[in-house]
């Protein structure tokens, strides 16, 4: 893996410090999801911010934050995924199991959801909502499909 990563580098013109396309993608771990591949980007062209769920947690706002005001990007995409693990995932009984097995609370939600288009509007409000961030006009959101392999925006607000 070290050789080929090198090996990219060397043939491919070097990415610079700040994403050239002054994108940064907010998405999910899943397997199936290639943030450079949803807007055909190489790598140099964005930043991925990436968790399970895709989700706008605390953590989530602070590398945007970094993305912005240090580093450049002035637009932000969310894409959530169809068939994501954390869709009908029971927060609540989880999180006791886990306390359970563990003998500890967890000191976080899990972020489970039942409504794949309600989370993700939730996400894009809540970027939109938060005045530390110096670019908040242009914050859309997407839903990838898994089977159908295709990226779709998601009117919201
Ligand atoms: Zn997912």
């Given at each position: 893996?070290?050789?080929?990563?090198?090996?990219?580098?060397?043939?491919?013109?070097?990415?610079g410090k700040r994403p050239s396309s002054a994108l940064a993608v907010i998405t999910c771990m899943d397997?199936?999801?290639?943030?450079?591949?949803?807007?055909?980007?190489?790598?140099?062209?964005?930043?991925?911010?990436?968790?399970a769920g895709g989700l706008v947690t605390g953590d989530v706002i602070r590398s945007l934050l970094v993305?912005?005001?240090?580093?450049?990007?002035?637009?932000?995409?969310?894409?959530?995924?169809?068939?994501?693990?954390?869709?009908?995932?029971?927060?609540?009984?989880?999180?006791?199991?886990?306390?359970?097995?563990?003998?500890?609370?967890?000191?976080?939600?899990?972020?489970?959801?039942?409504?794949?288009?309600?989370?993700?509007?939730?996400?894009?409000?809540?970027?939109?909502?938060?005045?530390?961030?110096?670019?908040?006009?242009?914050?859309?959101?997407?839903?990838?499909?898994?089977?159908?392999?295709?990226?779709?925006?998601?009117?919201?607000?």
């Amino acid at each position: 893996m070290v050789t080929r990563a090198r090996e990219r580098v060397a043939t491919g013109p070097r990415p610079g410090k700040r994403p050239s396309s002054a994108l940064a993608v907010i998405t999910c771990m899943d397997t199936r999801v290639d943030p450079l591949q949803f807007f055909q980007s190489r790598p140099g062209d964005i930043h991925a911010i990436e968790n399970a769920g895709g989700l706008v947690t605390g953590d989530v706002i602070r590398s945007l934050l970094v993305s912005q005001r240090y580093l450049g990007t002035r637009r932000v995409a969310v894409v959530m995924h169809t068939d994501c693990g954390l869709l009908g995932l029971d927060d609540h009984a989880e999180a006791s199991a886990i306390a359970d097995e563990a003998g500890v609370e967890i000191p976080f939600s899990l972020g489970g959801f039942g409504d794949l288009h309600q989370r993700l509007a939730e996400s894009v409000l809540m970027v939109r909502a938060t005045p530390i961030l110096p670019h908040r006009n242009d914050v859309r959101g997407y839903i990838y499909d898994v089977e159908t392999l295709r990226l779709s925006e998601v009117a919201i607000g």
